[in-house]
C-alpha cells in the first residue's frame, strides 16, 4: 500500500537555525499539507499546498515558515529561523480529494535547542 | 473554523459497540466533518467523513445530528487495535481543523 514518508524522524538543531523537512507524498496525489503537534496537545494545520502554490495558511504560518515542492516527489517545508516553541512533530499529509481523506506521514520530531 | 469540543477520554469492552460524541455547534453549512485516529508515536489516519448524511465505511460509521450541531462516530465491534486517540475535525476550504480529541481505552 503506498504511503507518506518523511525525513528525518528526528531533527535536533540550535535555536536560530534553518531546517528543512522533507515528504515524500503518495505519488499520485495533488494535494499536500503541513501540520505540526506540540507534545501532549493537538494536531494544528499549518498549510495546505496545490498546484504548486500555497491555497491556505494558518496563523501560525508566518514569515518564518515556507514550503516547497522542487521536484515531482518531494514536498519539504522550511523554518528559516528556528525558536523554541517550534520543536513539535511535523506531519505532513497528501490526497487526492482535497481536505478529504488525508494520508499522514509518520512525522519528523523536531526538537529546538 | 467550528470550534469542536470532545469528551477527554471514554472506555469500552472488547467486541462491544463504541460511540464517540463531539459537539460543533458553530459549524457552517457547508464545512465537512471528519474524523480521524492517532495511536501512539504515529501520524493520524483517516476514519470517516461526511457533511450530511450518515455514512458507512469499513471502518466505522458516522451519524450526523438533523442540525449538524453534533456527530457520532461509531464503532460497531471494538477491537484492542482499535485504541487510540480518535480526532473530530472540520474543514473550511482547504484550511483544516482537528479537535482536542477522545483517548479511547478498549478493555479486554
Known amino acids: 500500500e503506498p504511503e507518506v514518508t518523511q525525513t528525518p524522524s528526528h531533527q535536533v538543531t540550535q535555536m536560530g537555525q534553518e531546517v528543512i523537512l522533507r515528504c515524500v507524498p503518495i505519488?499520485?496525489?495533488?494535494?499536500f499539507y503541513w501540520y505540526r503537534q506540540i507534545l501532549g496537545q493537538k494536531v494544528e494545520f499549518l498549510v495546505s499546498?496545490?498546484?504548486?502554490?500555497?491555497?491556505?495558511k494558518s496563523e501560525i504560518f508566518d514569515d518564518q515558515f515556507s514550503v516547497e515542492r522542487p521536484d515531482g516527489s518531494n514536498f519539504t517545508l522550511k523554518i528559516r529561523s528556528t525558536k523554541l516553541e517550534d520543536s513539535a512533530m511535523y506531519f505532513c499529509?497528501?490526497?487526492?480529494?482535497?481536505?478529504?481523506?488525508?494520508?499522514f506521514g509518520p512525522g519528523t520530531r523536531l526538537t529546538v535547542t | 473554523d467550528a470550534k469542536t469540543t470532545q469528551p477527554n477520554s471514554m472506555e469500552s469492552n472488547e467486541e462491544e459497540p463504541v460511540h464517540l460524541p463531539c459537539n460543533h455547534s458553530t459549524i457552517s453549512g457547508t464545512d465537512y466533518i471528519h474524523w480521524y485516529r492517532q495511536l501512539p508515536s504515529q501520524g493520524p489516519e483517516y476514519v470517516i467523513h461526511?457533511?450530511?448524511s450518515n455514512v458507512n465505511n469499513r471502518m466505522a460509521s458516522l451519524a450526523i445530528a438533523e442540525d449538524r450541531k453534533s456527530s457520532t462516530l461509531i464503532l460497531h465491534r471494538a477491537t484492542l487495535r482499535d485504541a487510540a486517540v480518535y480526532y473530530c475535525a472540520s474543514n473550511t476550504g482547504n484550511q483544516f481543523y482537528f479537535g482536542t480529541g477522545t483517548s479511547l481505552t478498549v478493555i479486554p
Open positions: 499529509a497528501s490526497s487526492s480529494q482535497g481536505v478529504h481523506e488525508q494520508y
Open positions: 461526511g457533511l450530511t
Open positions: 505519488s499520485n496525489h495533488l494535494y
Open positions: 499546498f496545490y498546484n504548486n502554490e500555497i491555497s491556505e
